[in-house]
């Protein structure tokens, strides 16, 4: 079975950095595309970024862009996501999704972690 845990998140001042980590069991990690998605409290999900199998292609939100570093360890089955120059606004739960078909990126996904919480507050 299919297993992602995330994990890294927390309270953080805004401007702070965050490291969040996803473990990846019971599939090809290196198969896959991962990308994480995030959910805002009373808003929708928000996808953040995507990283294909091999980590040679990287693609983020715009408001990402020059903040957010995903990157991957696939000898460690671990997606990582690198949170700097965090606001307010970044405070959300934070997922790691696999996606669905081998060799595709942003095309859906079928599995999910639990989620960290990510809280950036004075």
């Known amino acids: 079975e299919v297993q992602l845990v995330e994990s890294g998140g927390g309270l953080v001042q805004p401007g702070g950095s965050l490291r969040l980590s996803c473990a990846a069991s019971?599939?090809?990690?290196?198969?896959?595309?991962m990308s994480w998605v995030r959910q805002a409290p009373g808003k929708g999900l928000e996808w953040v970024s995507a990283i294909s199998d091999k980590g040679g292609r990287i693609y983020y939100a715009e408001s990402m862009k020059g903040r957010f570093t995903i990157s991957r360890d696939n000898a460690k089955n671990t997606l990582y996501l690198q949170m700097d120059s965090l606001k307010s606004e970044d405070t959300a739960v934070y997922y790691c999704?696999?996606?669905?078909?081998?060799?595709?990126?942003?095309?859906?996904?079928?599995?999910w972690g639990q989620g960290t919480q990510v809280t950036v507050s004075s």
């Open positions: 019971g599939f090809t990690f290196d198969d896959y595309a």
């Open positions: 999704a696999k996606e669905t078909t081998a060799g595709l990126v942003v095309a859906g996904w079928n599995y």
